[in-house]
C-alpha cells in the first residue's frame, strides 16, 4: 500500500481533525493519522482508491489538501488567509461599535437600522462564506466542529437584528455589531493561533529548509577529463561524484573517496566542535565543511538521507497521541454537541425560569456558543508534543512516539550496557597469544576468518586490524552475544568469544578478552582494550543526583565491568549475562519500578524492547535502534540528560495545558450563561485561549532542562 503524506490547511479545532480522520477511515484508508498542530494528514492508500477523490472529498469538508513532498504553489487569493478577512471586516466592525462613544457623538444616519445591515452584510456574508460552509460540511459527516458554535452565535444575532429591523421593533432588537465583532474576532484569533502554532513547529522547519542546497557535481567529458558545474541537491542520485569545499553545505549523504576535512554536524547532533572526517568516511547532508576539501560519492538522497529520516520520524511521532491525550479527544468528539445542547438549555432557562427576557436570553446563549472552546483541548498536547520534539530533533535526540515522553516521568533506574555505551566501543589490540605450531600469519587469518561473521565491536576492531586472506569454511553460525563457531574442511570445529561459552577456566590462564579452541580446547587469546566515554561519569553523577538509581548490565568480564564501575560511581553490575539473562534482569527490575535501558548492540535488543524505555545510541547496531525508543544522534551520552529533561518537562506542559484548557472551558460557560461576558469579549477570549496554550508550549523550547 502506498503511503500518502499531505497537508491539510483550515483546520481550527480538534473536530476538524476528527472529521478529517473519520472521513478517510470511512473511505478505506489504513493508519490514519492527523496532527492538528502542524497540518500533516498521513495514511495509506487502499488499492481501490484514489488520492484525487480523497483530496475532492476533503475539499468539500472546507479544508485544502497539498503534497507535503512538493510545497504548495497555489496562489493565495484575496480573502484566503484569517488576517486577510480580519482586515477586510475591521472597519465594517469598527463603524458598527461607534455608537460606544455616545449616540450624540456618531452621525445618526448611522445608527439607522437598515445602514448597519447593509454595514454588517459583508462581514456576514464573509463569515458565513466560511463558518457557515465549514459547519455545514461537517455537520453532515456527522462531526460538528468548532465553527458550527460561531455559525450558529454569528447567524442567531444576525436573524434576531434583522427581524428587529424588518418589523421596526426598536434599537433594543438590534445586535448587528454583535455579528460582526464575532465574526471579526473569530479570524483575528485563528491568525493568532497560526502564528502561534507555527512557532510551536520552527525547530522542524528550521531542520527542514537545510534539505535543499547547490552541489558541485563532478562528471567527465569525452576525453575523460573532470568537470565541475552546479547543480540543486534534489538532481543528484546515489552514485554521483561531488567536490565539497570548505564552508560549503554537504548536499546530501554521501561517502569521502579523497581528501580530508573537519566537518560541523550541528544540524543533526546538536554539537558545533567541529569533527575530524577522512577517506571513506561518512558525510551527513546539511552538515558544513569548515575546512578542507574532498571528493565524495553520494550514498542516500531524498527520503533516504539521515536528515529526512529524522524529520520523518519527528513527524510521526507528533501525529501519534500519548495516552494522556485520549482523555481530551473523548470529550472533543462531544464538545460541540453538549455546547448546543448548554446554549438552548441556556436560553430556555433565562427566559422561561428567570425571566429576564427575549434579547438577553438570546444574548448569553450567543456568548455560550462563542465562548466554548475545543481548540484548546485539541492543541494542548499537540503543541507541547510539537516544541519537545522539534527541540530534541535539533539537539540530536530522536524519540520514535510521543509515549515516550510520557514514560520518561517516572523513570528510577537506568540500566547501562557497557561496551560501546558506556565505553567508546572503539578498542585497539593490546596483546594476543596462541599455540605456537602456528605462525602469527596463520593465527591472524584464521581469527580474522571468523570474527568478520560477527558485527560486535570487538569483532569490527580485529577485523579492521588483521584483515587478510579468508579461510574458507564448510559450516559457520554466530551465536548472538557469545561469539562464532565454525566448521573447516577437516571437520574441525573453531569457536572464538567468551571463556564462559568456551567452558574455559579463565582463571587458569589468565582473564583474556576473547579466546580461541580448536575441537573444545584453548589455542589461542586477544585482550583487547577501550576506554570510558569522556561524558559517562559526569552523566551517572548527574542521575544520582536526581535519585535515579544507575546499573551497569553487560556480556563482559566481571573483573573488567567492576573496574569500570568503580570508575563511574555505578555500584549496582550484572557481568557476563547473556541475552537471555539480560532480558529477565530487565524484567525483573521493570516489576520494582519503571527502568530505562542505555544499549548498542545486537545481543541488547530484547532487553531495549522490554524496558519501559529504551534508548540507543546513533553508531548502534540497526537491530538495537529498531528496538529503542529514544535514539541520541550525537554519538554519545552527553545528550541523555537533556533527553530524560525533555520527556518530563513536555508532560508537565502537556498537563498543564490540558489543565488550562478545561479550566477554561468550566469556567467561560457558566459566566456566559449568567451574563456576565459580553458575545464579542467571548468571541476575543476564544481566540485567545489557543494563543495562551500555545505560548505555554513554546516555555519548553527556552526552559533550562538539565
Excluded at 438549555?345 to 456558543?369: E, H, I
Excluded at 519537545?388 to 515522553?405: H, Q, T, V, Y
Aim: aromatic content about 8%; overall charge neutral.
Amino acid at each position: 500500500m502506498e503511503s500518502i503524506h499531505w497537508k491539510v490547511e483550515g483546520m481550527t479545532c480538534a473536530n476538524c481533525a476528527l472529521t478529517i480522520h473519520k472521513y478517510l477511515e470511512k473511505q478505506g484508508q489504513d493508519q490514519v493519522s492527523v496532527n492538528l498542530a502542524s497540518g500533516d494528514v498521513n495514511f495509506l492508500l487502499a488499492p481501490d482508491s484514489s488520492t484525487q477523490q480523497l483530496e475532492k472529498g476533503i475539499q468539500a469538508l472546507g479544508y485544502h489538501v497539498h503534497d507535503a513532498a512538493a510545497p504548495a504553489t497555489r496562489q493565495k487569493g484575496w480573502l484566503s488567509t484569517p488576517l486577510s478577512k480580519c482586515l477586510f471586516c475591521l472597519p465594517f466592525t469598527l463603524l458598527l461599535l461607534l455608537h460606544m462613544l455616545g449616540p450624540e457623538r456618531v452621525p445618526h444616519l448611522l445608527m439607522h437600522p437598515w445602514v448597519q445591515f447593509f454595514i454588517c452584510l459583508p462581514v456576514f456574508i464573509l463569515g458565513m462564506s466560511y463558518f457557515g460552509r465549514s459547519a455545514w460540511a461537517s455537520i453532515k459527516n456527522g462531526m460538528p466542529n468548532m465553527n458550527v458554535l460561531i455559525a450558529l452565535g454569528a447567524l442567531a444575532s444576525f436573524a434576531y437584528s434583522t427581524i428587529g429591523t424588518v418589523f421596526n421593533w426598536g434599537p433594543q432588537y438590534q445586535f448587528y455589531e454583535t455579528t460582526a465583532t464575532i465574526i471579526t474576532l473569530v479570524f483575528l484569533g485563528y491568525w493568532m493561533e497560526d502564528v502561534s502554532l507555527s512557532k510551536t513547529q520552527a525547530a522542524l522547519n528550521s531542520l527542514s529548509t537545510h534539505q535543499r542546497s547547490m552541489a558541485n557535481m563532478i562528471a567527465f567529458d569525452d576525453q575523460h577529463q573532470e568537470q565541475v558545474f552546479p547543480v540543486d541537491s534534489s538532481q543528484l542520485r546515489v552514485g554521483d561524484l561531488v567536490i565539497i569545499r570548505t564552508g560549503e553545505q554537504v548536499p546530501t549523504d554521501a561517502k569521502i573517496l579523497w581528501g580530508e576535512c573537519s566537518v560541523n554536524e550541528a544540524i543533526i547532533t546538536g554539537e558545533s566542535t567541529p569533527l575530524f572526517r577522512k577517506s571513506k568516511d561518512l558525510l551527513i547532508g546539511s552538515s558544513v565543511l569548515e575546512s578542507g576539501t574532498v571528493k565524495a560519492q553520494v550514498t542516500a538522497v531524498g527520503n533516504d538521507t539521515v536528515l529526512s529520516k529524522i524529520l520523518d520520524l519527528a513527524r510521526k511521532a507528533q501525529s501519534e497521541k500519548p495516552p494522556i491525550q485520549q482523555l481530551a479527544d473523548r470529550i472533543s468528539a462531544v464538545f460541540v454537541p453538549a455546547v448546543l445542547i448548554l446554549a438552548a438549555g441556556c436560553f430556555l432557562l433565562n427566559y422561561y425560569a428567570f425571566r429576564v427576557g427575549l434579547t438577553p436570553s438570546l444574548m448569553r446563549s450567543v456568548a455560550v456558543l462563542v465562548i466554548a472552546c475545543p481548540c484548546a483541548m485539541g492543541l494542548a498536547t499537540p503543541a507541547a508534543i510539537a516544541v519537545g520534539m522539534g527541540r530534541a530533533a535539533k539537539n540530536g535526540i530522536l524519540f520514535r512516539d510521543p509515549k515516550s515522553l510520557e514514560l520518561f516521568k517516572n523513570i528510577k533506574t537506568i540500566v547501562f550496557d557497557k561496551t560501546g555505551t558506556l565505553t567508546t566501543g572503539t578498542f585497539r589490540i593490546v596483546n594476543y597469544g596462541f599455540d605456537r605450531r602456528w605462525s602469527d600469519e596463520e593465527f591472524k587469518r584464521l581469527v580474522y576468518s571468523l570474527e568478520k561473521f560477527s558485527n560486535h565491536p570487538l569483532a569490527r576492531c580485529i577485523v579492521a586490524a588483521w584483515k587478510g586472506k579468508e579461510i574458507r569454511w564448510i559450516a559457520v553460525e554466530e551465536n548472538k552475544g557469545h561469539g562464532i563457531e565454525a566448521q573447516d574442511a577437516e571437520g574441525n570445529i573453531y569457536r572464538i568469544g567468551s571463556a564462559s561459552w568456551l567452558g574455559i577456566d579463565a582463571a587458569g590462564t589468565g582473564s583474556h578478552t576473547i579466546y580461541l579452541s580448536k575441537s573444545g580446547i584453548a589455542v589461542g587469546w586477544i585482550d583487547l582494550a577501550d576506554e570510558p566515554r569522556a561524558e559517562a561519569k559526569a552523566v551517572i553523577e548527574y542521575f544520582h543526583q536526581k535519585n535515579i538509581h544507575t546499573v551497569m548490565l553487560s556480556g563482559d568480564s566481571k573483573e573488567k565491568c567492576l573496574t569500570l564501575a568503580r570508575e563511574l560511581g555505578i555500584t549496582e553490575v550484572h557481568a557476563e549475562k547473556k541475552p537471555a539473562e539480560k532480558l529477565a534482569i530487565i524484567t525483573e527490575l521493570n516489576t520494582r519500578q519503571p527502568t530505562a535501558m542505555v544499549g548498542d548492540g545486537i545481543n541488547d535488543a530484547p532487553a531495549l524492547a522490554k524496558a519501559t524505555v529504551g534508548i540507543s545510541l546513533a553508531e548502534a547496531s540497526q537491530l538495537a535502534m529498531q528496538n529503542a525508543q529514544v535514539v541520541l544522534m550525537n554519538g554519545g551520552l552527553s545528550k541523555l540528560p537533556m533527553a530524560l529533561g525533555l520527556g518530563k518537562y513536555s508532560f508537565a506542559t502537556i498537563k498543564s495545558n490540558l489543565f488550562w484548557a478545561f479550566i477554561y472551558n468550566i469556567v467561560a460557560i457558566p459566566v456566559a450563561a449568567m451574563g456576565l461576558l459580553n458575545p464579542a469579549v467571548a468571541a476575543l477570549a476564544m481566540g485567545f485561549s489557543d494563543v495562551v496554550l500555545a505560548l505555554n508550549s513554546l516555555r519548553l523550547g527556552v526552559r533550562k532542562l538539565v
